[in-house]
């Protein structure tokens, strides 16, 4: 399975997620199931980015551009459905990828990885899209990158911490239990991986990612305004 491939994939499931909210008026059904298939895609994706990119510094800004540019279209989106303050996906994922650089330039572990668990309380605190446990996996894809037996097991230890955080908090077992399932399933295209690139699609996500959030909101304002 190729990057393109694994783009997709996410980029569908994200969607479907979203769509979801509008199909039944902001509530949770099973398209959200099927939309937790997403990030921990992206996520994989980011240490592969930080692996094959000609030119880190453009990859950060990159990332950091867009997470600005999606900002004002996720809130929109955000207050159809939630409350209160919120960063979107990039903003996570660019945090992701200052933990990745951290590890791997500071010579010191023990100095380097206090600083990723600071990063991502800066996450978890700022309302980043899946905060701590998003920062945290995109680290643990990229240092278990040579082993895919780790970086499952340690991916899938901490999804489940993740949810069952989440049902001490909320209860709800049946919904979280749901979503901590088909939140581990994407490990499976994700081992799948065949460290091609497949078709180019440099910027589609980044489109993608902005527009199809205002195209929600746009329907979301015709059917139930």
């Known amino acids: ?32 199931f099927i939309g937790r298939f997403a990030f921990p895609i992206f996520a994989f994706q980011i240490n592969e980015g930080y692996s094959h990119t000609k030119n880190l510094k453009k990859y ?91 970086m499952s097991l340690s991916f899938i230890l901490c999804t489940i911490i993740k949810y069952s955080i989440n049902i001490f908090k909320y209860g709800n077992v049946h919904i979280y239990s749901l979503l901590c399932i088909s939140t581990i399933l994407p490990i499976f295209f994700i081992n799948s991986y065949n460290k091609k690139q497949g078709k180019k699609i440099k910027y589609f996500l980044y489109i993608f990612y902005p527009v199809h959030l205002l195209f929600i909101c746009f329907l979301w304002h015709i059917i139930y305004v």
């Open 1 to 32: 399975m190729s990057s393109f491939v694994l783009k997709i994939i996410a980029c569908f499931t994200m969607f479907l997620d979203h769509i979801g909210y509008l199909v039944y008026h902001g509530k949770m059904s099973f398209f959200n």
């Open 60 to 150: 950060i800004l990159r990332l950091f551009i867009f997470a600005i540019i999606s900002q004002c279209p996720f809130i929109l989106f955000h207050n159809l459905i939630s409350t209160g303050p919120a960063l979107n996906i990039f903003f996570t994922l660019l945090l992701g990828l200052v933990c990745i650089i951290v590890y791997d330039k500071v010579p010191y572990k023990i100095l380097s990885l206090t600083i990723c668990v600071f990063i991502g309380y800066i996450s978890q605190i700022a309302h980043c899209d899946y905060g701590f446990y998003g920062v945290s996996i995109i680290l643990l894809f990229y240092i278990f990158k040579d082993n895919k037996f780790l």
